[in-house]
């Protein structure tokens, strides 16, 4: 059963993404079965299982959830770290991204891989980081409309209830060339 399970890791890490669906199944069958060492690696596998089926049908929010769930448990097994971090790296959550990868770092587990693994997390966490720090200063469009609809009030105020065009905006940067 462990060899399935890494050979469905290995082959959704691939993105071999109906390799893995059939190492799973196949995992999932044998736990079914009772095949499972305990009960706490029987409902682990059936979570991951789930999670890695609600992001590929793109349920992003609800396969996070699933996989930090596994994480909280306390399982040391790589692949719901790296598909938590995955979600977040394409979603630029750099600051979740780092704290998924720091907490597998700090497992300091023993199986075979852990300080292969780590250390590529520990090299991510640095990437991340870089991200964060250069995103500090980034304008993002949530911003500008937040400032856009902080503003929209005092501007109704000084035009009187009126409608407010944007030629009737002095722009700072005009004035200045003029």
């Not at 993105?15 to 009960?39: F, H, M, P, W, Y």
Request: glycine fraction near 6%; proline fraction near 2%.
């Amino acid at each position: 059963m462990i060899t399935l399970y890494k050979k469905a890791t290995r082959a959704i890490l691939k993105n071999r993404t109906q390799t893995a669906k059939i190492k799973l199944t196949e995992t999932l069958e044998i736990v079914s079965k009772g095949g499972c060492d305990s009960e706490m690696n029987k409902k682990i596998l059936v979570l991951e299982g789930q999670a890695y089926s609600l992001e590929k049908e793109g349920k992003l929010d609800e396969a996070k959830n699933l996989y930090w769930q596994i994480i909280n448990e306390g399982f040391t097994g790589s692949f719901p770290y790296e598909r938590l971090r995955i979600i977040c790296a394409q979603r630029k959550e750099w600051e979740e991204a780092v704290k998924v990868c720091r907490r597998y770092v700090d497992l300091n587990a023993s199986y075979s891989g852990y300080n292969v693994k780590s250390q590529r997390m520990q090299e991510l966490i640095r990437k991340y980081e870089a991200m964060l720090n250069a995103n500090v200063g980034a304008t993002t469009a949530e911003t500008v409309l937040a400032r856009a609809l902080h503003i929209y009030p005092l501007l109704q105020d000084a035009f009187h209830g009126e409608p407010i065009y944007l030629s009737d905006i002095s722009l700072n940067c005009n004035d200045s060339a003029r």
